[in-house]
DNA sequence: TGTGAAACTGACATCGC
DNA sequence: GCGATGTCAGTTTCACA
């Protein structure tokens, strides 16, 4: 973790929200030139703090209106089990996170699905690569806050 | 949820992964043309597909390193009770998604905070605005996959 | 850091396919 | 629909003061 000044925090939360934004719109807000701006970006782009520009896209307009967390409990204490979790997981589209949490072994994959059935076809692709004791789903209702950012 | 061609889920594959994109990129990645590519992501934004393009930050770098999940359940029938907990969570910075969940009163929280410490400022926040009666906290210890690119 | 000028890219319009 | 071309404003990029 590197320090950060006011002004590199100010530009991030701009960019956070909008990264389409002109240079000089930016330096408005923060009230630095357009020049002073771009080398700050380029600055934190190459430090890793600006790890990359996205679209963010609308799930429920593509057909994938279904978030899903499954927690997942194992006593596999096999060393390699992880490994065969971990290459699974990553490699099974719809699948947005895997974490492992605090309590022993417990896992947590937040995923978006088209609905129950597209559901199950990941359920089935996943217990299929690894064996899993114990697999617990629940669904999103509703989306009370969704804010990816971060405050500085 | 609109139809989209297989032409317009490969654009949106490509600007999930990096939205600063020269045009003529993408269009080589997609076997078009720069103008049908700009055609394309144009009609895409005003469908609202394309939400927005967002600075992925490394939250580590940061400052904050510790991702934590709250589990809320609530026996409170109270319908401004929803209410409350929605713009109590709204305001609190940190605090990334709120989920009603399946189950009856149950909502589920995902933050980012500094540290344990943090963490306990973000929790005696809520509990002040909030009346909760059980609330869990799980902490993620790592991150196995982090891919917020949707499949289409 | 700010300024300026060059190079590039975006944002269209037009035309023919 | 798409591609090619052209134009123009806006923007990024990089010299230098």
């Not at 380029?42 to 996205?54: N, P, S």
């Amino acid at each position: 973790m590197e320090t950060i000044d006011t002004l590199d925090r100010k530009i991030l939360t701009v960019l956070q929200r909008s990264a389409d934004m002109p240079l000089e719109a930016i330096g408005d807000q923060v009230g630095l030139s357009r020049n002073a701006v771009w080398r700050r970006i380029k600055a934190l782009e190459a430090t890793g703090i600006i790890r990359a520009r996205r679209a963010e896209l609308d799930a429920g307009k593509l057909g994938l209106g279904l978030m899903v967390f499954m927690q997942i409990r194992t006593h596999s204490h096999d060393p390699d089990w992880q490994g065969t979790f971990a290459k699974a997981t990553q490699t099974i589209p719809g699948i947005l996170n895997v974490y492992r949490m605090t309590g022993d072994l417990d896992y947590l994959i937040r995923a978006r699905v088209a609905d129950m059935a597209d559901y199950d076809r990941l359920y089935q692709q996943l217990i299929k690569r690894v064996p899993l004791s114990d697999v617990a789903a629940s669904f999103v209702m509703e989306e009370i806050k969704d804010d990816p950012v971060l405050p500085l």
